[in-house]
């Protein structure tokens, strides 16, 4: 209960504090890609409840001939590529965790196809809200492996504190403060997860 009144309570004091922030990165979205302003999905939460995450927009949607939206590195220009590698995009999330959908720090929701490819253990990473940073993102981001992901978040779910979600929240800051993390190439993502078995 803590844990979600401090949440909610950040959440609602981070969106008055970058309003301007986030009004500008809109603003800059709109002119150079158009609408829609924000993405959302569809992700699996606590204890896998369906929610729509909110992110800002990062690449445009250019198709090719046959109305196929073209890969990633050739959709992603310039404005999505800093407001993805400075984690701006994640600033919408604000919004799942001011409506109880997110917390701060936890495993971060991944797609819902996954869901049916987990084994028991690693579908404990969703007895915890998901989170908009978590254990795992400090400790690797994308150049671990899903293994490792996975048990890092399975780690945070039998070890979370207050203290321990202060700690993700520091070193969270300080990756974005210094970039570190960061490919070169923002437009690569990780690999799909196919399963225990690849």
């Known amino acids: 209960m803590c844990k979600i009144v401090f949440d909610k ?7 008055l504090l970058f309003a301007p922030v986030i009004i500008m990165i809109g603003l800059l979205i709109w002119i150079k890609m158009g609408r829609p302003i924000l993405f959302r999905q569809i992700r699996p939460g606590y204890h896998g409840e ?21 890969p990633d590195d050739q959709r992603l220009i310039g404005i999505g590529r800093f407001i993805r590698s400075t984690s701006l995009d994640e600033l919408p ?3 799942n965790v001011l409506k109880g959908e997110m917390s701060f720090v936890g495993p971060r ?8 490819l987990y084994n028991a253990e690693q579908l404990r990473r969703h007895d ?3 989170g908009i940073t978590g254990w795992a993102q400090v400790n690797g981001r994308n150049a671990i492996t899903w293994g490792q992901k996975f048990a890092y978040d399975v780690w945070y779910v039998d070890h979370r504190s207050f203290w321990l979600d202060m700690k993700i929240l ?7 403060v210094k970039r570190s993390d960061i490919s070169s190439d923002t437009s690569v993502t990780m690999e799909k997860f196919k399963g225990n078995a690849q």
Request: glycine letters at 4%; hydrophobic letters at 55%; zero cysteines.
């Open 109 to 116: 929701p991944l797609l819902v196809e996954y869901l049916e």
């Open 170 to 176: 520091w070193m969270t800051f300080l990756k974005v």
């Open 128 to 130: 915890v809200l998901p």
């Open 93 to 95: 999330q604000l919004l």
């Open 9 to 15: 309570t950040l959440a609602l004091l981070l969106l």
């Open 50 to 70: 369906l929610f729509g995450i909110y992110k800002f927009r990062t690449m445009t949607n250019e198709k090719d001939s046959d109305g196929t939206l073209l």
